[in-house]
């Protein structure tokens, strides 16, 4: 595979033959894209209405579904909030998180799993967006199985650490940039935090990733595809035989730099309880294992979350 390629990939293709392709984008690139998923159309279409409805709402409006001290967790998460790991300037964008639903007498239901928020516009946005997150959660868990075979594991290996797990579908907006405070970019250089992260595609251009060349290659999923990537959680747990890669959402040029830029990333994550342990077979004399503390993913998610400045 040639390093600069970013193939695209069918879900609908032999199983085997998906898992080992799967496997290996993701091991040269961190990312692959996939068609074929099953995510329907006319869904994803209110979705995106939905989401620039929301975004177009007043400013006041919005900040009324931000909720001090969550971390960003549930509802809205005003402009400016975010900053990539390490980075002087925050990110140019807001966004909207929607989370799992669960019951109130579950035990992982609490500060980390918080009940969604919803706003009361624009009409349709919580039967949309409920629907979506069952249906990017259904998607993800069939990408787990082909990289669980990959990774020479039961296919349904992944399942109990996802079951109820504290996954969050984020509806971001890039404002126009036209007069962007120097150095700020509409996300800057980072790696995800969770399992993997299904995105849709954006018509605005800018998602980059840092090939092992050191070089940025931009990611344009054809029309309907999804952009998916590992992230550091999977990263972790594979001792880096499964790369987290760093990506970016550039700036615009010219005229596009008066145009929003939406995107819709579901980040894939574990349960909050589920304890970190190497996997065996991704243990070797030349590939040490690099963290031999287990710690929960509550406690991981919790600490990057401090790193990023959602969290005190």
């Not at 690139?29 to 989401?51: E, P, Q, S, Y």
């Not at 300037?89 to 035990?107: A, N, Q, S, Y």
């Not at 509806?171 to 036209?178: A, M």
């Not at 969770?194 to 595609?201: D, E, F, H, K, W």
């Amino acid at each position: 595979m040639p390093l600069q390629t970013l193939p695209v990939l069918s879900l609908a293709s032999d199983p085997a033959t998906l898992s080992r392709d799967l496997g290996d984008s993701f091991r040269t690139f961190g990312f692959a894209m996939v068609k074929d998923h099953g995510l329907d159309a006319a869904l994803i279409a209110r979705a995106w209405a939905l989401t620039e409805a929301f975004f177009a709402l007043p400013e006041a409006e919005k900040r009324g579904y931000f909720v001090e001290g969550q971390g960003g967790a549930r509802g809205y998460t005003p402009f400016g909030t975010e900053i990539a790991k390490g980075a002087k300037r925050h990110d140019l964008k807001e966004f909207w998180h929607v989370g799992r639903t669960l019951p109130e007498d579950h035990p992982l239901a609490g500060p980390s799993m918080p009940a969604n928020v919803w706003p009361s516009r624009p009409e349709g946005f919580r039967a949309v967006f409920e629907q979506l997150f069952a249906e990017f959660d259904r998607v993800g868990a069939a990408i787990l199985s082909h990289i669980a075979v990959w990774l020479g594991l039961d296919a349904h290996w992944f399942d109990p650490a996802i079951a109820d797990g504290n996954s969050v579908l984020r509806l971001l907006h890039y404002p126009p940039v036209p007069d962007a405070e120097g150095g700020a970019i509409r996300a800057g250089a980072h790696e995800d935090i969770n399992l993997i992260t299904l995105l849709l595609g954006a018509e605005e251009a800018g998602l980059e990733l840092l090939a092992k060349d050191g070089t940025w290659i931009g990611v344009s999923p054809p029309e309907g595809a999804l952009v998916v990537n590992i992230g550091d959680m999977l990263q972790r747990l594979t001792n880096h035989v499964l790369p987290s890669t760093t990506h970016r959402v550039r700036n615009p040029e010219g005229p596009r730099a008066g145009f929003s830029r939406y995107s819709m990333p579901f980040f894939l994550h574990l349960r909050s309880d589920f304890r970190f342990e190497t996997l065996p077979s991704c243990i070797t004399p030349d590939n040490p294992d690099r963290y031999p503390v287990s710690i929960t993913a509550d406690d991981y998610l919790q600490e990057r979350l401090r790193e990023i400045g959602l969290k005190k």
